[in-house]
């Protein structure tokens, strides 16, 4: 079309973006700069309530809650005779791909690109892209494109992963000796199940995972990399950064449940490509029995319509029967926002995400005896397992009776105003302090790591044991777990953690916004559902 030919664009609701320290611009981005974006359409019905009670077909979710197909040919329509490149469309996940010169993409949306930089940062170091503000969008597309990510590639996430050094480490646990602890259900290892771990950047090399394997006396289990959005498994980086995380997640999974298929998605580290991963995961074949997330941002560093559209992807996933296991952060109530106040990370705080929060454990290894378990907290600076009450999700009816606190208030995934009760943070917990931490390998490092992007690894795989045992997959977990408990009593199925605190909230008697319901009693918990 002819550049001058004026447009007509309406504002794209949630897309405000606001200003993020820590990142300086440096003038406008290149005209000619390639940008690639992932555009979310809007479903063809509203998923209801119920489709989360039993699985449906891959299938099924498309024909009945994808986007339709007169959405979807409208918007490659429009959008390709504006000069844009449609590089994938996905009417089942309401996913276009799009691609396309800085100034083209920025004129169809409706802003400026700046390249960006970490203020900190010195002139050889990555550039970014960079926006401020709002979005808009085609006229006609009003209403049925709901999202516009990733325009802004700035790392949106952190890995929810901690070190430990020597010295501090007062003791260590093999992942076996922790499914020992935790009485992981015997005669299970989760074979006939897929446990898919997205990771938004690092690698591992298959000669470390056989040393470790070999190590714990298991044969290595089957794991294969999958690239989303052009990420790719990119190993050898650094054992202290992303490679510890991606090792860490595949070797708590793969020695607990050995037998499972371990699939991993590498995305790059943008709302676009944490959504995609996600999306592609839970649409993939077979149906993965849970997607374990080691990353999260606190959840006022999202725009509303990434935090919508990521919350309604694990919506589908828990409608394809996919439990989707989450950090809940490794900074305790601030989650390392600085402002004084209490914040949840997302997406632990989205209420379709089962939100693993962490502990300090001491415990015989020999026998499986705890000696105590209390709530993760190093004290400020040093790591606190993450919890709280959400300020942007509505409490949940399975949480209606457990004694969620009063949190900030704010709105929901769809931007109607709330009350003050939110989504309450953890649903569950397990051993996350790098001083009692995970005994992992590391390019050809032996290591501790600790933080609760251990707990979600260990509870996708205690899912796919369960899920194995009782021959059907769980999805949204949730009501199962809280099973209409009230404040102060203990659920079926774990141990409850009722000392220490995590800043802003302290242990109790049953669910808390320190450790949720609890450490699993993975036999018991079994019996349960």
């Known amino acids: 079309m002819d550049a001058e030919e004026p447009l007509n664009l309406v504002p794209l609701p949630g897309s405000e973006r606001p200003e993020r320290t820590g990142y300086r611009a440096h003038g406008a981005l290149s005209p000619e700069a390639p940008v690639e974006a992932t555009l979310i359409l809007r479903r063809r019905a509203p998923l ?3 489709a989360f009670t039993s699985p449906l077909t891959a299938q099924e979710l498309g024909e009945r809650y994808g986007a339709s197909p007169g959405d979807l040919q409208l918007v490659v329509s429009t959008l390709a005779r504006l000069g844009v490149t449609i590089d994938e469309e996905n009417a089942a996940e309401r996913r276009v791909r799009v691609s396309g010169p800085a100034a083209v993409l920025a004129r169809v949306f409706g802003t400026d690109l700046a390249e960006s930089r970490p203020a900190d940062a010195g002139a050889d170091a990555p550039s970014y892209r960079q926006r401020t503000g709002g979005l808009s969008i085609p006229a006609e597309l009003d209403g049925v494109v709901t999202a516009v990510l990733g325009l802004d590639d700035r790392p949106q996430a952190r890995a929810q992963f901690r070190v430990a050094r020597p010295a501090a480490v007062t003791t260590s646990y093999t992942p076996p000796q922790l499914g020992a602890v ?8 989760g074979s006939g199940q897929t446990i898919a771990i997205v990771e938004l950047g690092g690698g591992y090399v298959q000669s470390d995972l056989d040393t470790y394997f070999a190590g714990l006396g298991i044969p290595t289990p089957s794991v294969t990399a999958v690239g989303v959005d052009g990420g790719a498994n990119v190993p050898g980086q650094d054992p202290n950064g992303a490679d510890g995380e991606v090792m860490l997640d595949i070797e708590v999974a793969g020695s607990l449940a050995p037998g499972a298929s371990i699939v991993v998605y590498f995305a790059p580290n943008t709302d676009a490509g944490f959504l995609d991963a996600v999306s592609t995961a839970a649409h993939a074949t077979p149906t993965p029995a849970a997607i374990s997330i080691s990353w999260g941002q ?3 560093q ?3 319509q990434a935090r919508t559209a990521f919350d309604q992807a694990l919506q ?9 296991t989450v950090a809940a952060g490794d900074d305790g109530s601030s989650d390392r926002v600085g402002d004084g106040k209490a914040h949840v990370d997302f997406p632990a705080s989205s209420p379709h995400a089962l939100a693993c929060g962490g502990t300090r454990l001491d415990a015989d290894t020999s026998t499986g005896t705890v000696r105590s378990e209390t709530v993760w907290n190093n004290g400020t600076g040093n790591g606190a397992t993450g919890g709280g009450v959400s300020a942007v999700f509505a409490l949940p009816s399975w949480q209606g009776t457990v004694g969620v606190p009063l949190g900030p208030g704010g709105t929901d995934a769809g931007g109607a105003a709330n009350g003050p009760g ?4 953890p649903d569950v917990s397990a051993v996350a302090d790098p001083q009692t931490g995970y005994r992992v390998r590391v390019d050809g490092r032996d290591l501790v790591i600790g933080g609760t992007s251990a707990v979600a690894p260990l509870w996708a795989a205690l899912i796919a044991r369960l899920a194995q045992s009782t021959g059907k997959r769980f999805g949204l977990v949730q009501p199962a777990l809280y099973d209409s408990i009230r404040a102060g009593q203990v659920a079926a199925g774990f141990r409850d953690i009722t000392s220490g605190d995590n800043g802003a909230y302290a242990a109790g008697a049953g669910w808390d916004a320190c450790t949720g319901l609890g450490v699993p009693d993975g036999a018991r918990l ?3 559902l």
Request: aromatic share 10%.
């Open 298 to 300: 606190s959840e006022d």
């Open 302 to 304: 999202w725009t509303a």
């Open 182 to 189: 935790y009485d992981f259900p015997a005669g299970t290892d």
């Open 422 to 425: 939110g989504r309450g943070v």
């Open 316 to 324: 589908d996933a828990a409608a394809l029967g996919v439990t989707t």
């Open 48 to 50: 209801p309530a119920d």
């Open 526 to 528: 079994l019996a349960a």
